[in-house]
């Protein structure tokens, strides 16, 4: 398995942005599917968005389309999240997660993802 870190979450005004970080240790990051997802108080952790193991494919939930930007630099073992225009409906804390996998396919389900991070808050005023 692979050890996830998360960085970057904060507090941020409505309209702001932010980039999450998610940094892997251990080898072989290329072989896996990157994911985040996001819990808000007293709800379910949903998905937010997932990368295949080289970038080429990303997925997205409807509610952050548009707004939300996933990427990764396998280089730096590093899955980024870009989030603009905040709204107070994304507050959540935000988990990093990988799936074993090295195809052109793109997770979205929490069972598909075996390593996850310890969440990152992210709290958007209004």
């Known amino acids: 398995q692979v050890q996830l870190v998360e960085s970057g979450g904060g507090l941020v005004q409505t309209g702001g942005s932010l980039r999450l970080s998610c940094t892997a240790s251990?080898?072989?990051?290329?072989?896996?599917?990157m994911g985040w997802f996001r819990q808000a108080p007293g709800k379910e952790r949903e998905f937010v968005a997932a990368i295949n193991w080289n970038g080429a494919n990303t997925l997205y939930a409807d509610s952050v389309k548009g707004r939300f930007t996933i990427s990764r630099d396998n280089a730096k073992n590093t899955v980024y999240l870009q989030m603009n225009s905040l709204n107070p409906e994304d507050t959540a804390v935000y988990y990093c997660?990988?799936?074993?996998?090295?195809?052109?396919?793109?997770?979205?389900?929490?069972?598909?993802?075996?390593?996850w991070g310890q969440g990152t808050q992210v709290t958007v005023s209004s």
């Open positions: 997660a990988a799936a074993a996998g090295s195809t052109w396919y793109v997770p979205t389900r929490e069972g598909d993802f075996r390593s």
């Open positions: 251990g080898r072989s990051f290329s072989s896996y599917a």
